[in-house]
């Protein structure tokens, strides 16, 4: 995704996005009911999330909410620990993308993307990974948040 930045007055500054698909998420191809099934999920949580945005422990409620659609996706609290065939879960992972995204392209609000990441990320990770060329190395997430932050200094 390229964000393109515009200041246009001292006191107020608009924000363009321009989103740009992933097509190795966009170019799956999806059953009609799935990608139905996953359209009516995410516009429940659209609505769930909604009433979270005053909530005193938002950040909590929202992982609870994350973790209920992390079920239904994975049968599982994580992708890792998922019992379904992976060519199922990356079926719905690149369907989330697609629903996520196309709405986020057509609003033009990148937070948005939070529900795909929060839920899907990991499947599409290793989805993603398996369609790239090399080697590869599986790395805990806080070991690579470190290198990570360790970069960035």
């Known amino acids: 995704m390229a964000l393109k930045w515009l200041v246009v007055t001292k006191s107020k500054v608009n924000i363009f996005a321009e989103i740009q698909l992933d097509q190795c998420f966009m170019e799956r191809a999806i059953a009609s009911e799935l990608e139905q099934f996953w359209a009516c999920l995410y516009q429940e949580y659209l609505t769930e999330s909604g009433m ?7 950040d909590l409620k929202f992982q609870e909410l994350y973790q209920k659609y992390k079920h239904v996706l994975y049968h599982a609290a994580e992708f890792e620990q ?24 057509a609003t033009k ?18 989805f993603y990974s398996l ?22 200094r």
Not at 82 to 95: G, I
Not at 109 to 126: D, Q, T
């Open 131 to 152: 369609g790239s060329e090399g080697d590869k190395v599986l790395v805990p997430l806080p070991v690579a948040q470190n290198l990570l932050t360790k970069r960035r």
């Open 109 to 126: 609000k990148a937070g948005s993307c939070a529900f795909v990441w929060n839920v899907a990320g990991r499947a599409l990770c290793h």
């Open 52 to 58: 979270l945005i005053d909530v005193q422990d938002k």
């Open 82 to 105: 998922s019992p379904r065939d992976l060519n199922d879960v990356f079926d719905e992972a690149c369907v989330i993308y697609q629903i996520v995204y196309k709405r986020v392209q």
